[in-house]
Nanobody, 125 residues
Framework: QVQLVESGGGLVQAGGSLRLSCAAS????????MAWFRQTSGKVREFVAA????????NFGDSVKGRFTISRDNAKNSVYLQMMSLKPEDTAVYYC??????????????????WGQGTQVTVSS
């Protein structure tokens, strides 16, 4: 069973950048598809980005395409979300998630078995 811990959230002005990190432990990291979701109060958890176990494939939610990138370092058991050109509507709690690699990229929260505690990102206008 894998444990996930996010870091890197904070307050940034619109147009700025942030890099989120997610450190995994307790499992074989390369055996998992990794993803980022985000959630604001009263809304469903939204798919942001995902990356396959090898890093060979990625996918992004429509609202972040062209602005966010996802990467992973299997040697460091970590996945990253580089966020650029941030907008106030990107404000949310960002969650790291993992699912077994054979699932491929899943786009709904129910497709992921493991979750971090979340990190707050606030974009001021």
């Amino acid at each position: 069973q894998v444990q996930l811990v996010e870091s890197g959230g904070g307050l940034v002005q619109a147009g700025g950048s942030l890099r989120l990190s997610c450190a995994a432990s307790g499992g074989t990291f390369s055996g998992y598809t990794m993803a980022w979701f985000r959630q604001t109060s009263g809304k469903v958890r939204e798919f942001v980005a995902a990356i396959t176990w090898s890093g060979g494939a990625t996918n992004f939610g429509d609202s972040v395409k062209g602005r966010f990138t996802i990467s992973r370092d299997n040697a460091k058991n970590s996945v990253y979300l580089q966020m650029m050109s941030l907008k106030p509507e990107d404000t949310a709690v960002y969650y790291c998630a993992a699912t077994e690699y054979w699932s491929g990229i899943m786009y709904t929260p129910g497709g992921y078995s493991y979750w971090g505690q979340g990190t707050q990102v606030t974009v001021s206008s």
